[in-house]
């Protein structure tokens, strides 16, 4: 008896698995094939548009063969782990490389991905800069005023978001290349900085949302293309853009997930859709959501928005792997600030 | 009210003179209106910050048409299956004396003191990628974690109890008489279940039911561990919020928060009319 | 295992009792398993490592000393919402009795999102407080806000019965002999709620201990002053530290099942308070 209501009660789970399985599959994807693109946080509006381009484009050069992105947005550490524990990512566009070495790492892509697109598999770069309130009230031009005592500053957690590691590396850059600066000068003006942060969302956007509809801080220090969507789109006039002197160069690699792509059969979609963000179209569509377009011609064209600054590059770090090491991993730089004192 | 007030005699506190009941009653109007009311009408007034239409306009979008069948899909189910053993399991605990009943009715109860979180972690740590079954799952194609089916497993975990701790106390004060006369005049288990123990214990099933729904409808910690945050696929109306939230689209997040509101209020009024408020052993515990 | 009722006997045991273990071991055993295997997969030293991370310690305070304010900021916010209900019987006392469970019903993230913009620097309640120099979204005392929230249904679930069974008689006894009310309330009304107050303020309390969705929207989420240990879960997932994540989940398990158990002891005597 009871071995046979475990039987059944085993066979009415496996039954019910199933039906949550079928039930729940939107309809419109049964037709398509699906493409799942894992993000980070500041593309929604990106992709939102990409995505819908590729489809055109896509059913256009193949004979209308329908194939349906998805976009996940979230921190891009986040977004990788769920990748890493097999959310079924077709195509990784994440806030750093770091985040898909990871994925290299366990096997679910090749450990030379980087090299397999152009510019380093980064179709649009960004930079970092600072979004303030309205008529700058706090006079806050560069990363020194960040650490003034009046200065209240919102930024990301590095543990989770790509952003805020960027912000990270942007603020070391300069701390570093002071007069007279050292590791532990740069290490010091960390630790004010992070003295100035009230609060530490675990992604870009959560950032920006706590900055711009909740009223926190002072100065958010962001991405360029996220400060420029608060200022020209949502903002309504209430903030102001300030590229500090120096700042880092953001590459936000895409990569196709190998092991993804061959299970689910989409390697040709997944492939046409990290190529699509190369052509012009698509870069003039990164280029009207602020992203800096990696195509010389449409930059020259948007250069008014997006004016070339001065900035450093990850390799001036020794490359994300020492960076990640030295700053970001357990007990570096990042956990040493943040230490109770 | 003037027949309680008679009953509860003019000597006692609350009675004694109309100042101090009066005194009660606005400390508690505004306490109920500033703590309890003035959220949910927030929810309302920021759905309908740029009208009903455009409220009305943010459920256009499929993507939150996915996220309300998923939800209603998952809430199904996990509902029926935890209502179907939940049933048994109060059966099991208040009819027989067993060795160990203590221990299993510690267990049933334990997913109400569990952080949803940590329920959430504990089947990625069964059925992710780098948890204990997860790579045979994936050689065999089988999505159970960023997919619906892990999305049910972690609303059956924060619902598991409701359903059993609502009957129990009920079904424990029937006692197990009429079961037996029943049995003894050839009743068998399901009938004996059927017509002789639930129709005594309708309300507070519906009670239990309705607690199982509520939760299973909102869920978030457990199912946002779980889910992989897909727009369309695997996003129920909870995680659907927080997307719409953090993509600044305001108007739409609080009209999904406007819609399981809604959800929300009509449970509450149908537990009132389950009779289903009575003390802490009635599943809320 | 021996089953018995009353008296005589009733079918059905054995399948009531496999099915009431098949479902138990499936949904609630087995994946627990995982959670307590996990941190040790390596070992015990990154168990021990998340357990003495200062981090995590900073996270349990808050989550605990936030869930402990809440719950006794509740208790008597809850004895008045009781009151009003079952003795005042104040006008609107059923509407109120309703009320009072929305907490319940409410998902957390449409109360995460809602209290976050109420308490927010420009919300209802948020901008007058501002005004007043007051911070609570974003801030620790956010946290105990949304706690609070989920809390006073079961504050008052578990007074307002008690508070109806109370004998009146003895309140006008004590007022016959000549007490004044403060003495009637202190002496009389109070200490035979103390046992419900109690079982009100563990069962709120374990609710907060645990809570998440409503929470994150509102805490600020900064570590060491206003992140929950929760949310640390969910950041450890994040960082792929599993160990790191399930060892704060299994942290999180043990002190759930400390508070059940003192829970359950409270209930014991509770029920001997009643039958003495």
Redesign the interface.
């Known amino acids: 008896?009871?071995?046979?209501?475990?039987r059944r009660?085993?066979l009415?789970?496996g039954l019910?698995?199933?039906?949550?399985?079928l039930?729940?599959?939107?309809t419109?994807?049964q037709a398509a094939t699906m493409l799942?693109n894992v993000s980070y946080?500041p593309t929604?509006?990106l992709y939102a548009e990409i995505d819908r381009a590729f489809m055109a484009d896509w059913a256009r050069a193949h004979g209308g063969e329908v194939v349906m992105v998805?976009?996940?947005?979230?921190?891009s550490?986040?977004q990788?782990?769920?990748v890493?524990?097999?959310?079924?990512a077709d195509v990784v566009t994440l806030g750093l490389g770091y985040d898909i070495d990871?994925l290299a790492a366990?096997g679910l892509l090749a450990h030379d991905w980087q090299l397999r697109l152009p510019h380093q598999s980064t179709p649009f770069s960004s930079t970092i800069v600072f979004l303030v309130r309205h008529g700058n009230p706090k006079k806050i031009h560069d990363w020194g005023d960040l650490i003034r005592s009046d200065v209240s500053v919102v930024t990301p957690?590095p543990?989770?978001s790509g952003g805020a590691r960027w912000n990270f590396l942007a603020a070391w850059g300069w701390a570093a290349r002071q007069p007279g600066a050292s590791a532990q000068s740069a290490q010091d003006y960390m630790k004010a900085l992070f003295a100035r942060?009230?609060?530490?969302?675990?992604?870009a956007?959560?950032a920006t949302?706590?900055f711009?509809?909740?009223?926190?801080g002072d100065v958010l220090v962001a991405w360029e293309d996220e400060a420029l969507l608060a200022v020209r789109d949502?903002g309504n006039g209430a903030f102001d853009l300030v590229r500090p002197s120096i700042s880092v160069l953001a590459e936000p690699p895409v990569a196709v997930v190998d092991r993804n792509v061959q299970?689910h059969g989409t390697q040709a979609q997944a492939e046409g859709f990290v190529r699509f963000l190369y052509t012009p179209a698509a870069q003039e569509i990164g280029a009207k959501h602020y992203f800096r377009p990696s195509d010389q011609a449409v930059a020259a064209r948007h250069a008014d928005v997006l004016p070339p600054i001065d900035t450093f590059d990850i390799s001036s770090f020794g490359g994300w792997s020492a960076a990640q090491a030295k700053f970001f991993a357990?007990g570096g730089v990042f956990d040493q600030i943040?230490?109770?004192h | 009210m003037s027949r309680v007030d008679a009953a509860a005699g003019k000597g006692s506190l609350n009675t004694k003179d109309g100042v101090s009941r009066a005194v009660v009653a606005v400390l508690a109007w505004v306490l109920a209106l500033g703590l309890l009311v003035a959220p949910v009408v927030l929810v309302f007034a920021e759905a309908l910050r740029h009208g009903g239409a455009a409220a009305l306009a943010s459920f256009s979008d499929p993507d939150a048409w996915s996220a309300i069948r998923l939800t209603l899909v998952m809430t199904v189910l996990a509902v029926a299956i935890n209502t179907a053993f939940g049933i048994l399991a109060a059966w099991l605990v208040t009819k027989y004396r067993f060795s160990g009943r203590g221990v299993l009715l510690a267990m049933i109860e334990l997913p109400l003191s569990i952080s949803p979180v940590v329920a959430g972690l504990a089947w990625v740590l069964l059925f992710g990628l780098q948890g204990w079954f997860g790579p045979t799952l994936a050689r065999w194609h089988v999505d159970i974690v960023f997919a619906p089916p892990g999305i049910l497993l972690a609303t059956l975990f924060v619902t598991f109890p409701y359903v059993t701790r609502t009957l129990t106390p009920l079904l424990e004060a029937q006692g197990a008489q009429a079961e037996e006369a029943a049995s003894v005049l050839g009743a068998g288990m399901w009938s004996t279940l059927w017509r002789v123990t639930l129709p005594g214990a309708a309300s507070a099933l519906a009670s239990g039911v309705l607690l199982t729904t509520a939760r299973a409808l909102g869920e978030f910690g457990a199912v946002s561990v779980v889910s992989g945050h897909i727009p369309g696929l695997t996003e129920t109306m909870p995680l659907h919020i927080e997307t719409l939230y953090n993509g600044y689209q305001s108007v739409a997040a609080f009209s999904m928060a406007a819609l399981l509101a809604l959800f929300a209020i009509l449970i509450v009024a149908l537990r009132g009319l389950a009779g289903g408020r009575r003390p802490i052993e009635d599943g809320l515990a | 295992m021996v089953s018995r009722t009353a008296a005589g006997h009733l079918p059905g045991f054995r399948l009531a009792l496999a099915s009431t273990l098949v479902w138990l071991g499936l949904i609630v055993a087995f994946p627990l398993a995982a959670l307590i295997a996990r941190p040790f997969a390596g070992g015990l030293h990154p168990f021990m490592h998340a357990l003495f991370d200062p981090r995590l310690l900073a996270a349990l305070r808050v989550s605990f000393g936030s869930a402990f304010v809440a719950a006794a900021i509740d208790l008597p916010l809850g004895l008045l919402l009781a009151w009003a209900v079952v003795r005042a019987k104040v006008p609107g006392h059923r509407l109120m009795d309703a009320l009072v469970e929305l907490p319940l019903a409410l998902p957390t993230s449409v109360s995460g999102i809602t209290l976050a913009t109420l308490y927010g620097p420009r919300g209802w309640f948020g901008a007058p407080l501002a005004h007043l120099g007051l911070k609570v979204a974003f801030a620790p005392a956010g946290i105990v806000v949304a706690l609070m929230f989920v809390g006073i249904p079961f504050v008052v679930r578990s007074i307002a019965p008690v508070l109806a069974n109370a004998p009146v008689e003895l309140e006008e006894a004590a007022q016959t002999l000549g007490a004044s009310r403060s003495q009637t309330l202190w002496r009389v009304v109070l200490p035979p709620l103390l046992p419900a107050g109690l079982t009100a303020f563990g069962l709120a309390f374990a609710r907060a201990v645990g809570e998440y969705g409503s929470v994150i929207f509102i805490a600020g989420n900064q570590p060491f002053r206003s992140e929950i240990a929760p949310l640390l879960v969910v950041i450890r997932l994040q960082e792929f530290d599993y160990a790191g994540g399930a060892a704060v989940g299994l942290i999180l398990l043990l002190a759930s099942l400390v508070i059940l158990l003192a829970l359950g002891a409270l209930r014991r005597r509770f029920h001997h308070w009643i039958a003495a």
């Not at chain 1, 039930?23 to 939107?26: G, S, V």
């Not at chain 1, 998805?70 to 921190?75: A, D, E, K, V």
């Not at chain 1, 942060?197 to 992604?203: A, K, N, R, S, W």
């Open positions: 008896m009871p071995v046979d209501i475990g009660g085993a009415a789970g019910a698995l199933g039906a949550a399985g039930l729940a599959r939107p419109p994807a799942l946080d929604r509006e998805r976009t996940s947005n979230g921190g550490g986040a990788a782990r769920s890493l524990d097999g959310a079924p990871m366990h957690n543990k989770t942060v009230p609060v530490l969302d675990t992604g956007r959560g949302n706590s711009v509809q909740r009223g926190m949502i299970a357990d943040y230490t109770p």
